[in-house]
């Protein structure tokens, strides 16, 4: 079968084996560099507030092929950003505050 042996960013294997392509380490660096910014923009937009109902979602990173979590395993990430956000206010309040 030739499939197999055509190379990773050919034509045919991007166009009808979408899930199995691989990515070239240029579009790696590329996906880490664009998540680096989303975050930074995502961290500068929710400094200084206050009420945790008015923190925006973090941002989803950039699809990579064979890197995709189950809904669990998101909302666990989630709940665990959320509990070191409250912990982080929290301790920041007790210093600014004197106790």
Known sequence: MI???????SWFK???DPEKREMSPEWYVLADICDG????NWQRQNTGVENESQVSPRPKPYPRPGAVATEMQQEQQQRRRRDEIMRRR???AEVL???
Request: hydrophobic content about 30%; proline content about 10%; charged content about 20%.
């Open 14 to 16: 991007r166009t009808y």
């Open 90 to 92: 929290q301790a920041r």
């Open 97 to 99: 505050g004197g106790g």
């Open 3 to 9: 499939l197999p042996r055509l190379p990773a960013d």
């Open 37 to 40: 910014i989303s975050i930074g």
